[in-house]
């Protein structure tokens, strides 16, 4: 459970990974009110980020986790589903 | 609108990404030389199929051109457009980084044959290998045939008219007819042509069933239109972009006119009726130049559709003559092509660049492989040939039946 904890050097991975756009992990960690969109990652790309989570833990996320505005907001929602597992 | 004064629609700017060269200066120098670069097609997956020749497109870093972002989002398709695009508005003069001052004042149109087909087939493979919840989301717009217009329009944060052609091959002329009608209607600019991406494996094996396939392994042997050897096309990927304008804007802002889009006719004939396509073809010839307002004996070079099917060859020669009379056996016809393949939309945009390239150099580059003409034309081969030109017909048809033809005017002696 300790382990499975979304990081913001993670999800800087994972917005890499699924949207192509490169974030520092320090950058998220600092600002992490920042919107997803002013960092250049739309809808689709978030939506990809929930489906590697979902792949990764073997979970379903809850549906609001797409519709997250900020990385705080996804972070915090992440984890707290993950830690109720 | 306070006058009736029609608006001539200009080509401002060219880009293009093809397997004969990386930017337009480097594409003209192939085509004037008569390059070949037709070779065996090397992408991963593709080495057992019997299609063995193509024009790939060599040395393209996407990555040095696009954004990340979109590199990960689309398909290689896209990426080409992408690339021509941006190559277009540097050469316009429009490609500013913070985007344009009057965003619905530039559209984008693009034509497209098959869309994302190395992006779809892997997550397609995903979908059967692991699981629907493999599939990423970018799957929903990276395969499909608006994804070039949509990207490049969101790239450079475009939002006059957009949109795409899906009209076949001679989509690729009908996207630049499409382009000119917009502006005539008001807009300012439109960012218009097509790329494709058609060498990956299920891409290529959709290519399979075609007949008119030229499937000859010899790079040098496997494209030869209008003459007694002809076995087929070789397919490209590629393809250019055009910035279309309207020319008081261009004028206005001290661009460059390159050509004018004078004329625009299109018809169809049915899937691979080439004998049919003889009437229809020559009935865009027509249209393009009562449009352009364009005798026959003011054409001073064609570039045919040059498809390598002997019936269809014929079709084609035999359209040229129904049009242009005795001016059809005198008249400089080239196909560049030859050289690097057909990339289905992409190859009459190409063709519409070299058009444009050719006039204002004074120069019909050669027909690169062929040698024994077996038609009525004017082929011209092996060296360019120096010649006055003003006025300039591109044709193309599709496999699935459109034929469409294009009159593009020099630029420099229409500017006031």
Same mark, same amino acid.
């Given at each position: 459970m300790i382990t499975t904890e979304l990081t913001y050097g993670d999800l800087a991975a994972l917005i890499k990974q699924s949207a192509g756009v490169t974030v520092a992990p320090e950058q998220l960690a600092g600002?992490?009110?920042?919107?997803f969109s002013g960092l250049g990652v739309d809808s689709l790309g978030l939506l990809g980020i929930v489906g590697e989570l979902e792949n990764r833990h073997g979970v379903a996320l809850p549906t609001d986790a797409e519709r997250c505005k900020t990385p705080a907001e996804f972070v915090a929602l992440v984890n707290n589903a993950l830690a109720g597992v | 609108m306070s006058t009736q004064r029609p608006r001539p629609a200009v080509v401002t700017g060219i880009g293009v990404i093809a397997p004969n060269g990386l930017r337009t200066d480097a594409y003209w120098k192939s085509v004037r030389e008569g390059l070949g670069v037709l070779g065996r097609i090397t992408r991963?997956? !593709?080495?057992?199929?019997?299609?063995?020749?193509a024009g790939q497109v060599e040395g393209f870093d996407a990555s040095a051109l696009i954004d990340e972002r979109f590199l990960v989002q689309t398909d290689r398709f896209t990426h080409y457009a992408m690339a021509a695009a941006a190559l277009a508005l540097d050469d316009a003069g429009l490609g500013h980084e913070e985007g344009?001052?009057?965003?619905?004042d530039i559209g984008v149109v693009t034509a497209a044959g098959s869309g994302g087909g190395e992006f779809g087939q892997r997550e397609l493979q995903k979908l059967w290998?692991?699981?629907?919840?493999? %599939?990423?989301? +970018?799957q929903s717009i990276a395969w499909f045939y608006a994804a070039s217009t949509g990207q490049i329009s969101i790239r450079h944060g475009f939002k006059g008219p957009c949109g795409v052609v #899906?009209?076949?091959?001679?989509g690729g002329l009908d996207a630049v007819a499409h382009a000119a009608r917009a502006v005539r209607r008001g807009t300012g600019a439109v960012v218009v042509g097509a790329a494709e991406a058609p060498l990956a494996p299920y891409s290529m094996v959709c290519q399979?069933? +075609?007949?008119?396939?030229? &499937?000859?392994?010899d790079p040098d042997r496997a494209y030869r239109p209008? &003459? #007694?050897?002809?076995c087929g096309f070789v397919p490209a990927e590629g393809g250019a972009m055009l910035v279309v304008e309207d020319e008081t804007r261009a004028l206005d802002r001290g661009a &460059? %006119?390159?050509?004018t889009v004078a004329g625009h006719g299109a018809t169809f004939t049915g899937a691979s009726r080439w004998k049919e396509s003889r009437e229809g073809l020559a009935q865009a010839i027509r249209v393009a130049l009562d449009e352009a307002g364009c005798?026959?004996?003011? @054409?001073?070079v064609v570039f045919p559709d040059?498809?390598?099917v002997p019936e269809a060859d014929r079709a084609e020669a035999l359209a040229i003559t129904d049009v242009l009379g005795a001016h059809a056996k005198r008249v400089p016809v080239t196909a560049p092509k030859t050289g690097y393949g057909r990339a289905y939309c992409g190859a009459p945009v190409l063709d519409t660049a070299a058009a444009v390239l050719a006039m204002e150099h004074g120069l019909v580059p050669p027909t690169p492989h062929? +040698?024994? @003409?077996? !038609?009525d034309l004017d082929v011209v081969m092996s060296r360019a040939r120096p010649a006055e030109l003003r006025t300039a017909l591109v044709l193309s048809r599709g496999l699935m039946g459109s034929n469409a033809a294009l009159v593009v005017r020099r630029g420099g002696g229409l500017a006031r």
């Open positions: 600002s992490p009110e920042t919107p | 991963e997956g !593709c080495e057992h199929l019997p299609l063995k020749v344009p001052e009057e965003p619905f290998g692991q699981g629907s919840k493999f %599939v990423g989301p +970018y #899906a009209s076949d091959e001679a399979l069933g +075609y007949r008119e396939l030229s &499937t000859v392994d209008f &003459t #007694a050897k002809a &460059t %006119v390159r050509a005798a026959p004996e003011e @054409i001073d040059a498809l390598g062929v +040698y024994d @003409i077996d !038609c």
